[in-house]
């Protein structure tokens, strides 16, 4: 009997104390729109995209960042060029790594292209601010 109430009791214990969820599995600390000079980042729970004067890319998985706010993930890098996109025209794709910080409202972002070794930029973002993104012509 003792032991039973012990085991109810701790089983209340634990139910009060509601679901514990651990960093991996609870939303990104980082979604939402970013935006800065020549670049536009919009971060969902599931990857981003990126918008940038004459490129685009994604993000191909959750954005998460560490206990000191770095992140490092990868995605897709898609040069753009001047003029419409012509009809049967293959993207200029490259697999890329998106490596960065966030402190507070403000993320440092590096892009490079992986199968190039180029590097596209740093670029540094605010939460919710208007993109500076200048279209190719």
Not at 79 to 85: E, K, L, N, W
């Amino acid at each position: 009997m003792v032991l039973y109430t012990i085991a109810r009791l701790a089983l209340a214990t634990l139910l009060a104390a509601g679901p514990v969820c651990s960093r991996a599995s609870a939303p990104s600390d980082v979604t939402g729109s970013w935006g800065g000079e020549h670049i536009g980042l919009e971060v969902t729970d599931s990857g981003a995209t990126i918008e940038y004067d004459c490129a685009s890319g994604t993000i191909d998985g959750p954005l998460r960042t560490d206990g000191a706010g770095r992140f490092d993930a990868r995605g897709t890098h898609v040069r753009g060029h001047g003029g419409p996109d012509r009809e049967g025209e293959v993207p200029d794709a490259h697999p890329a790594r998106y490596t960065g910080r966030v402190e507070g409202g403000r993320m440092t972002l590096t892009v490079g292209e992986t199968d190039t070794g180029a590097t596209v930029g740093t670029f540094t973002l605010r939460r919710g601010a208007t993109p500076q993104v200048f279209r190719c012509l």
